[in-house]
């Protein structure tokens, strides 16, 4: 036990001398090193603060989902069952590529019809994880008209989930490779982070269905519907040399003569509630004038339109010239236009903002009309209400409400001191 105590002893003095030691060694080190400027940065091994998981994008779309919506099998395709606003379904006569593309007619009236549309319910229903791919992909589409041209197309994007919350996306003309649909193919591309998950709390990871939720009217053709990988594109005006600043104007401007102005007005429709054409008999002025007779008192009809962009659909501003600024235009038609107040004349403007002016006597240089004898009209610009905004103007409008008959030509914009 002594022998024990004795080396115990031993050792723990010889502990004690290496200790102190050490610390002067310790200390005369670090006070090298601080001579030095030498610092410790202390290195937490665990803050506490989880870090933000990173979404890698996949080397393709499909390891991820199914990337085809609709190609040639239309077996998860539906229309409504209990309102006929919305008709279609596969055609093999016109498509895009393959053998089949999607002829879709509809006329959305407010009176009869709370939706149109139809929805495809991709990869046999299967819910779907679109969140890896969700800021990198667009909904990618070829879309044409039946017939003729539509400007822009009336047309919300949904995504479903399986608890049945949606999000949407407008399918602006920014997405389109030209401004208007005609009967050419073109291709239409709508990114996935246009749509807003947080409105309805749409589950991004359990999506069951796209549905296309159509407004006003008309017929197109959809093909090779499908997500693709998407980078957005800078943005350019729709003007040749893509200018910076409103293009600047020499007036007169002629809106409409033989034809509308570069081919950029809209309207020229026949079905059950318009015809709007162009007619060689007896113009005002030129080979060509616009007749128009339509019946918007049927249950199923609405107001009929007609417009015209002058500057390419680039947004326009009127300030400096509202002065002195009038629109002017040649008309025939009976008397009970101006007793009914069946045609007005505005503008609109990019944030779909109008204001519109009825026809009255006031107006015309004869202070009446007559079915077979051209009055001229002249409209100052001061003398439309307030609604659009003249610093952002995107059209001039021409638009006929309950019944009747008409003739239109040579419509001009005018400075009344040129």
């Known amino acids: 036990m002594n022998v024990e105590k004795q080396n115990s002893s031993g050792q723990s003095s010889i502990y004690t001398l290496f200790r102190h030691w050490g610390y002067t060694m310790i200390l005369a080190l670090c006070l090298l090193m601080s001579a030095c400027g030498i610092q410790f940065q202390e290195n937490a091994l665990y803050t506490g603060v989880e870090p933000e998981e990173t979404i890698v994008r996949p080397a393709s779309i499909s390891m991820a989902v199914e990337p085809i919506i609709f190609d040639e099998d239309a077996t998860n395709f539906w229309l409504p069952t209990d ?12 498509k895009h590529s393959g053998k089949n593309a999607l002829l879709i007619e509809w006329d959305r009236d407010p009176k009869i019809c709370e939706w149109a549309g139809f929805g495809i319910g991709w990869d046999d229903w299967a819910g779907k994880d679109l969140s890896e791919v969700f800021d990198y992909a667009a909904i990618q589409m070829y879309a044409r008209t039946k017939k003729g041209k539509m400007f822009g197309l009336p047309t919300v994007l949904t995504l479903e989930d399986y608890s049945g919350n949606m999000a949407w996306s407008y399918v602006g003309s920014s ?26 709390g749409l589950d991004i990871t359990n999506i069951k269905q796209l549905m296309f939720e159509l407004q006003a009217s008309g017929s197109i053709y959809l093909d090779d519907i499908q997500l693709v990988y998407y980078e957005a594109k800078p943005k350019e005006i729709w003007l040749p040399n893509a200018p910076t600043s ?15 102005i570069n081919n950029n007005g809209w309207g020229l429709l026949e079905d059950h509630c318009q015809n709007i054409e162009l007619t060689s008999t007896a113009p005002s002025q030129g080979e060509k004038a616009i007749h128009a007779t339509w019946d918007t008192s ?25 002065a002195n600024l009038s629109v002017s235009l040649d008309i025939k038609g009976s008397q009970d236009l101006l007793t009914k107040q069946a045609v007005r004349f505005g503008f609109e403007d990019y944030d779909r903002k109008t204001s519109f002016l009825s026809l009255d006597a006031s107006m015309l240089e004869g202070g009446t009309l007559t079915p077979d004898q051209w009055q001229k009209v002249q409209i100052p610009f001061s003398a439309f209400p307030a609604g659009a905004n003249i610093k952002n103007i995107k059209q001039f409008l021409i638009r006929m409400d309950k019944d009747g008959e008409v003739y239109l030509d040579n419509i001009r914009l005018e400075m009344t001191n040129s």
């Open 298 to 322: 049927k249950d199923d009809c609405y107001h009929v339109t007609i417009g015209v962009s002058w500057t390419n659909w680039f947004p326009v501003d009127l300030s400096s010239e509202k």
């Open 83 to 94: 309102i006929t606003c919305t008709t279609g379904g596969v055609e093999s006569k016109v």
């Open 246 to 260: 409103a293009p600047s104007i020499s007036y007169p401007v002629q809106l409409f003569g033989d034809e509308f």
């Open 175 to 200: 997405y389109f490779e030209r401004y208007y649909l005609d009967e050419e193919w073109q291709k239409i591309e709508v990114p996935l982070n246009t749509f807003d998950l947080n409105e309805d």
